[in-house]
């Protein structure tokens, strides 16, 4: 095992190795990890069958001095065993009653993502102006972050908090002043933050704003299909089904045989049918004969003797309402 510490406080073994950057000083990590006692094959603390594991932040939430030390030597994706002796572990008391006093302890764990949030804390310590003279590739960086924790969020389903990162990110690349090729890479950026935001508003049911957003990164990209398609989903749900069928046609046409899309539309026509019907059933109840009402014998009575010219004298009202006793209230006349 390679000597990590130079002390042979940590020992570390790849059994798997990353790529990319190694992980930097106050980074956010997302990692899988067991941890065991020497003779034992169950851990004593482990987060592996966590569907999604929490993200910590280096130097605030990982409070073993070794896995942190073991962290800022992994790359994105790797695997790698770690050796932990007294002084980086749970020093010579231990951590009763499942720690025993001057244990060496072994962690195997996995680096699934990281996310260098130093550098956001750094830029949002500075002032306005000061963050208009941030580097261009810098600042592109911490937007691109905050976009990332946002994807974090929406995976835990925390959508309000994925909402107010990618906003954060949003507020970042639109407030930058700049031109030409500088402008290309933050609209590239730009794009997937609105189109993160379009889809963040239809989880929160908020139409309105998917479709402000969809429209938005439309104007960067105008034949963008996963823009058109959050369009018309905003459509749908805002029953507007003359524009979400034009969206969704013209996503269909940039992306042919994708499934979400062609699916939307089937359910769009499935919408439409059914509106339709309950159009058709509720002008059949407007326009429906009416119903008969105790008034209509005295009217046939009126016209025949119209026909025959003789002077109509209407039944007394004792009279009327005798014949037709029978009839329900809700038909009187």
């Known amino acids: 095992m390679q000597d990590v510490t130079g002390d042979r406080g940590v020992l570390k073994e790849v059994i798997r190795a990353g790529a990319g950057e190694v992980v930097p000083q106050d980074a956010s990590v997302l990692v899988k990890y ?8 169950k851990p004593f ?20 001095q070794g896995m942190e030390v073991g ?11 770690f050796l932990y002796t007294p002084s980086y572990a749970y020093g010579a008391l231990g951590c009763p009653p499942l720690i025993p006093p001057n244990a060496t302890v072994l962690f195997e764990m996995e680096l699934l993502d990281f996310l260098d949030s130093a550098e956001c804390d750094r830029f949002f310590d500075l002032t306005p102006e000061q963050q208009d003279t941030f580097p261009l590739q810098k600042m592109l960086k911490v937007a691109n972050t905050e976009r990332e924790f946002g994807n974090y969020l929406f995976r835990q389903k925390r959508f309000m908090d994925a909402r107010e990162r990618y906003k954060r990110a949003s507020l970042i690349l639109c407030r930058r002043p700049s031109s030409g090729d500088e402008q290309c890479q933050i609209d590239a ?5 609105f189109l993160n935001l379009s889809f963040t508003y239809l989880k929160l049911e908020r139409p309105v704003r998917a479709l402000t957003y969809g429209e938005k990164a439309l104007e960067i990209d ?5 823009a058109l398609f959050r369009c018309g989903q905003a459509c749908l749900s805002l029953t507007e089904y003359g524009k979400a069928r034009d969206f969704l046609v013209r996503a269909q046409k940039e992306q042919p045989f994708n499934h979400d899309i062609n699916n939307e539309l089937k359910k769009l026509a499935s919408c439409y049918r059914d509106y339709m019907d309950k159009e058709k059933e509720m002008c059949c109840r407007m326009f429906a004969p009416l119903s008969f009402s105790p008034v209509e014998p005295e009217i046939k009575g009126f016209r025949a003797h119209i026909r025959r010219g003789d002077a109509y004298t209407p039944l007394p009202p004792r009279e009327r309402s005798h014949r ?10």
Do not use: F
């Open 34 to 41: 067991s941890g065991y006692l020497e003779y034992m094959d």
């Open 45 to 64: 603390d482990t987060n592996w069958y966590r569907r999604n594991p929490r993200l910590m932040k280096l130097g605030e939430e990982i409070t073993l």
């Open 71 to 81: 962290l800022l030597t992994m790359k994105k994706g790797e695997l790698a065993r």
């Open 189 to 193: 950026a730009k794009l997937l933050v």
């Open 222 to 226: 105008e034949r963008n299909a996963k």
């Open 324 to 333: 037709h006793s029978c009839t329900p209230l809700s038909h009187g006349g």
